[in-house]
């Protein structure tokens, strides 16, 4: 049988942790392991202490991992395992596993199978050969936490996602089999999470041994905030607050850090020193005397004066024959250069002013290629050109950063919405490409509609639904303003622009991020309805990705995140930013007032000119408290766009208190103001951040 010592309490919380573990899958394991006892005094006790005693050390030095044996023959011979967590320190590392060696002696005497585990190491020690066995997966033990989490559906479906991503990153994408991750449930709730195997196991058995770790997590959760389930060669574990070395887990996920410079210094060291012998030999040999010439010995025959003669014609000679032969050598290598260099300049020239005629024609068709996959129609130029009216200025909508919006209308009636993009712009070229790949493929009620496209003649035409009521910045400031928008639909407005953005970041086949939330990219139907619109900026996530450095920051400021805005940080929390900012426009039109008004207790005055009855005027400041919890200057702080809906409809849900906005500074103008408004001019529409 197999002597099992249970690991001591967690420090600083005794009582958080209880033991859960069911005992048949331990005798599962132990059926495998022979000869349980050992003579005390005796040569196998002999082997146990000096392995034993070499285990802490050989841990330390190798990543926290080791196993080594000691004795001639079975069966007195001893096998020794230790694993470290692979994010904690080398001291940390070889203190815990001597004193797990001691444990292991205090608390299993005589017995020659036995195994114990800390919260930073566990230590196996046998007689006969365990390393690189897969357990078959048989659950050793299960702490569970004592605190419950809350929203367990949504807590169990977050775990879920993590220990899938965790068991993947430790088998199959670290070099020392270890995984650490965070994962958001809701507002300043998280779930940081670890899965890790022994070294001694393969990659397929390592996956294997933490999927059925992960498995037995539904059986023992009780939806509890915290859970660990250890087999015999891996381990997962989970809780609601940070319990792992963020640095060190970094580094050993990247199978980098202070361990292994060490080693790459010293094989640095040792690498360099056959180079450095070689140089000190050609030093040596360059300082060695010339031998002499014999014909110096001719000059002691002649007289004093011939020597001087001789010697004034000599040196007039050399120098001839120096100024002659360095200008034959001049001759020889210039010439063929200069040739060279003017016949490569012509050719460069013809090469450009070729290529500079056929780039427009080959980069244009290159596109259409490139979209010809898409589900979108490839209309005919003259059709479009028809409908509009060969794009009058009376059918003219509007100008956006990227070229004019056109209305028209199709043989069949249809009414149709042609923007006309700039050929010559890179910009304008990069929106076709967006909005062709990625918005075609987009289903959505709150999402406009693309129904196709035109690459024909240098035109570049977007063929899109008409709505007609425009946009929503002439609804809030243009010459419609007069027309007042009630409550109810103003709800509506900001409702279906929540519903669109979680379906782009969160439901859809593809996970984006629009870069350019504002009322003029927020178009109007006959019934109110909003639609997102422009996908030309449009960012495109992986599905285990959520944040992407850009090099070039595009949007509009006032409604640009501060991180993006500073560091070039987009994340789906960028638009969450944007959706609070069109929030407190569409409810009080003067959102750099809002956070001074909401401080100071008076926020209702904001609201008296919006019609509403008392019902009504509570959801307002509902709106306008999630609007800015959206607008927090951490992103870490803002919701998700499910929690916004979440918040939006389930009204007596208690909200968090809003952190105070970065655009908003008593005294003072906004910050994002200070910056300059040419980040990318082709795609930026000037907006105003002072109240309108």
């Known amino acids: 049988m197999v002597c099992v010592v249970d690991r001591p309490a967690l420090p600083g ?8 573990k069911k005992k048949t899958d331990i005798a599962t394991q132990e059926e495998k392991l022979l000869d349980a006892n050992y003579t005390l005094d005796g040569t196998f006790q002999a082997n146990l202490d000096a392995i034993l005693s070499s285990l802490p050390a050989a841990a330390a030095a190798s990543w926290g991992f080791a196993k080594n044996t000691t004795g001639a023959a079975a069966p007195d011979q001893a096998y020794g395992l230790p694993q470290c967590r692979r ?14 060696a001691q444990k292991l002696r205090d608390g299993c005497p005589g017995r020659k199978n036995a195994i114990i585990f800390s919260e930073t190491c566990m230590l196996r020690h046998s007689n006969v050969s365990f390393f690189g066995e897969p357990d078959g997966g048989h659950l050793l033990k299960y702490y569970t936490a004592v605190l ?45 999470g670890v899965a890790q195997c022994t070294g001694d196991l393969g990659r397929d058995d390592c996956y294997k041994c933490l ?12 939806t509890k905030q915290g859970g660990q389930s250890i087999l015999w060669s891996c381990f997962v574990r989970f809780e609601a607050s940070l319990f792992y070395n963020a640095s060190g887990a970094e580094e050993a996920c990247a199978g980098s850090g202070a361990w292994s410079r060490v080693d790459q210094q010293q094989t640095r060291k040792h690498r360099s020193m056959p180079a450095d012998l070689v140089e000190q030999a050609l030093v040596r040999r360059s300082r060695t005397p010339a031998a002499s010439d014999s014909r110096a010995c001719n000059v002691l025959a002649l007289t004093p004066l011939d020597i001087v003669r001789r010697a004034r014609i000599g040196i007039l000679a050399n120098k001839f024959i120096i100024v002659l032969k360095r200008l034959k050598t001049a001759l020889l290598v210039s010439v063929p250069v200069a040739v060279t260099l003017l016949v490569l300049l012509f050719v460069a020239v013809y090469v450009c002013k070729k290529n500079r005629k056929l780039h427009k024609h080959v980069q244009i068709a290159s596109n259409n290629e490139e979209m010809g996959s898409s589900d979108s129609l490839q209309y005919d130029l003259n059709t479009l050109r028809a409908a509009t009216d060969n794009f009058s200025e009376q059918n003219k909508l509007g100008q956006g950063g990227f070229g004019p919006v056109y209305k028209g209308k199709l043989p069949n009636g249809q009414n149709i919405a042609v923007k006309r993009l700039s050929t010559t712009s890179q910009q304008g070229q990069a929106e076709m490409k967006n909005e062709v790949v990625l918005v075609a493929k987009l289903q959505h009620k709150n999402l406009v509609r693309l129904f196709g496209y035109c690459i024909e003649k240098h035109e570049m035409l977007l063929v ?3 709505l007609r009521n425009k946009s929503l910045d002439k609804i809030l400031y ?5 027309q007042e928008l009630s409550w109810t639909q103003r709800y509506s407005i900001i409702e279906g622009i929540g519903r669109g953005l979680m379906y782009l970041h969160e439901d859809s086949r593809l996970k984006i991020i629009h870069r350019d939330l504002k009322p003029g990219n927020i178009l109007l139907d006959a019934d109110m309805n909003p639609k997102i619109s422009d996908f030309g900026l449009a960012k495109l996530l992986t599905i285990d990705s959520s944040v992407k450095n850009t090099r070039h920051n595009a949007g509009t400021y006032g409604y640009m995140a501060p991180e993006y805005a500073m560091q070039g940080i987009v994340s789906a929390k960028s638009d969450v930013f944007s959706y609070g900012v069109l929030v407190l426009e569409i409810i009080t039109r003067r959102r750099p007032q809002v956070w ?17 009855d008392e019902h009504g005027k509570q959801e307002m400041l509902r709106c306008i408290h999630i609007g800015l919890l959206c607008v927090q200057d951490d ?32 005294g003072e103008r906004p910050r994002v103001a200070a910056l300059e408004p040419s980040v990318n001019k082709a795609s930026i529409s000037h907006s105003e951040v002072e109240p309108r």
């Open 13 to 20: 919380t005794p009582a958080a942790w209880a033991l859960k």
């Open 635 to 666: 992103a870490q702080l803002r919701p998700r766009m499910a929690a916004v809906i979440h918040m939006l409809k389930s009204r007596p849900m208690t909200l968090a208190s809003p952190s105070e906005p970065l655009f908003e500074v008593p």
């Open 596 to 612: 001074r008004h909401w401080h100071q207790g008076n926020v209702t005055q904001l609201v008296d000119d919006c019609p509403a």
């Open 148 to 192: 419950n989490a809350t929203e367990p559906e949504l807590f169990a479906t977050r775990l879920d996602a993590l220990m899938s991503s965790l068991k993947t990153k430790a088998a199959y994408g670290s070099p020392l089999m270890f995984a650490a991750n965070v994962t958001d449930v809701a507002p300043l709730v998280k779930i940081y």
């Open 464 to 466: 899109y639904e008409f």
């Open 87 to 100: 994010d904690v320190s080398a001291p940390l590392c070889s203190s815990c596993v001597e004193k797990m």
């Open 211 to 222: 999927d059925r770790a992960a498995a037995y997590i539904p059986s023992y959760w009780e």
């Open 478 to 482: 243009g010459p419609a303003r007069q």
